[in-house]
């Protein structure tokens, strides 16, 4: 593959890349505004993705994390670690819980669903201050094993996925939102572009840099007279 080849490839994947990561953003956020409103009216959380043909292929779910601990008071939770565990102060210009132990705590809290702390040295159970049990917000799960990216692969290569594919992938932006008609001019005009360009690779792979008119060429293509 040409140079010329390899930058019209990285171009070409480099656009797509950008539609499809787009497209993909809203289409998650349509996704999960949808599976909350379904959770809600019907408390359905989890539903089968499916090909247009009907073969399931995945599932996505949406996920509700349990509640984790946080620090809401630092100064008071500072203070609790001062008075029963020193070492884990960190003495700069102001003092601060060292945060490998802040988060050995939370975790132990997460874990708990409550903010107590059994120190598992003495058994002491402290009611830790300054720390909560915070909701986090819920969350889609996509899952696709590998039986399921073959099928969507084949179903691709294939063109079988039909209303699956946005328009600014089948068609392009350009086209979106245009008839048939539209669509079929703009693949003719790219396919004319391709062999042209294919000519133009063949004609620099000949050595056409060596031509005489080569100069006059390019003063053309920059708008000048011959």
């Known amino acids: 593959m040409s140079l010329k080849d390899t930058a019209r490839t990285v171009a070409v994947l480099s656009t797509l890349h950008s539609a499809i990561g ?74 601060s819980v060292q945060p490998g132990f802040q988060k050995k705590i939370l975790d132990a809290l997460t874990a708990a669903g409550v903010a107590e702390w059994a120190d598992p040295e003495t058994g002491v159970i402290h009611e830790v201050p300054g720390v909560a049990m915070q909701g986090r917000a819920a969350y889609t799960r996509l899952t696709v094993p590998d039986a399921g ?14 209303a699956s594919m946005p328009p600014a992938i089948t068609a392009g932006p350009a086209a979106a939102g245009s008839g048939d008609g539209e669509t079929e001019k703009l693949r003719a005009r790219v ?16 050595g056409v840099d060596n031509w005489q008119g080569i100069d006059v060429a390019r003063e053309l293509r920059d708008g000048g007279e011959s």
């Open 149 to 162: 990216k073959a099928a969507i692969a084949e179903a691709w290569r294939e063109g079988r996925l039909g």
């Open 191 to 206: 396919a004319e572009l391709e062999e042209r360009d294919a000519w133009l690779s063949a004609l620099e792979a000949a």
């Open 22 to 95: 787009d497209q993909l953003k809203d289409a998650k956020r349509e996704l999960e505004t949808g599976l909350r409103e379904a959770k809600a009216e019907t408390g359905t959380q989890k539903i089968a993705v499916s090909l247009d043909e009907g073969q399931d292929v995945g599932t996505v779910s949406l996920v509700q994390p349990k509640a984790a601990a946080a620090v809401t008071d630092p100064d008071a939770f500072k203070a609790w670690v001062l008075e029963n565990y020193a070492g884990e102060i960190k003495r700069e210009f102001v003092t």
